[in-house]
């Protein structure tokens, strides 16, 4: 099992539409979670933090479920810029945080 | 200027070759780190580091060195560059909570 897994996708949605993108990991230690953005072979930049209480940033949502080790991204009202791969990030204290492969948003006019 | 920068950025070279691929942060970060990304995949983790003069293996050491002699360097090497090594190469670096990456180097082994 991958310690952290994300469905790849690609989520195809029109402009407008609410997407959630969904990871799960393996380490119940972990004590830190993010979420990233990649836009087409460029570097991986930090989207978001992500809290046990979960925590919004404009259209964008995080939230930890360390029950069922679970986390997710909520994207609210997509933009064509939200097209791109999200990083799903967990930082299991071993000193590197663990990346899983990457959800792909493609949104369309 | 602060922050994390890679040299070169494109990097073309013949197989058999060394080529060095530098990493510079601004910030004193303890933790540096090499990523590998192949086209269409996920990054992947070459190799380390906790502290100067401290590195660690990642998933695909194979083929590469590093060293860090001082905090805000750390460069890579490629001993003798093979096919199998053309990718993204991105470096990074964390204080005590987020990560951030250079722009990475494009790099091509003929």
């Known amino acids: 099992r991958k310690e952290v897994e994300q469905d790849p996708g690609p989520f195809n949605v029109p402009e407008g539409a609410t997407v959630a993108f969904n990871c799960t990991y393996s380490n119940s230690a972990s004590q830190s979670f993010f979420w990233y953005r990649q836009d087409c072979r460029k570097e991986p930049k930090l989207l978001m933090s992500?809290?046990?209480s979960g925590n919004e940033d404009g259209r964008f949502t995080a939230q930890l479920n360390r029950a069922s080790q679970y986390i997710s991204l909520l994207i609210r009202d997509s933009k064509l810029s939200d097209s791109a791969t999200y990083l799903c990030?967990?930082?299991?204290?071993?000193?590197?945080?663990?990346f899983g492969q990457g959800t792909t948003l493609q949104v369309k006019p | 200027d602060a922050g994390i920068t890679q040299s070169p950025r494109y990097k073309i070279t013949e197989t058999g070759r060394q080529v060095t691929l530098m990493c510079h942060q601004t910030?004193?970060?303890?933790?540096m780190f090499w990523y590998r990304q192949d086209l269409g995949h996920g990054l992947r983790l070459i190799y380390y580091?906790?502290?100067?003069?401290?590195?660690d293996k990642g998933e695909v050491p194979d083929g590469y060195v590093v060293s860090r002699s001082k905090t805000e360097n750390f460069p890579l090497t490629l001993e003798s560059a093979t096919r199998s090594q053309t990718s993204v190469y991105f470096c990074a670096s964390r204080g005590t909570y987020e990560q951030y990456f250079g722009p990475g180097t494009r790099l091509t082994v003929t």
């Open positions: 990030v967990v930082n299991p204290a071993t000193g590197k945080l663990i």
């Open positions: 580091s906790a502290a100067a003069d401290i590195t």
């Open positions: 992500v809290y046990s």
């Open positions: 910030w004193s970060h303890s933790y």
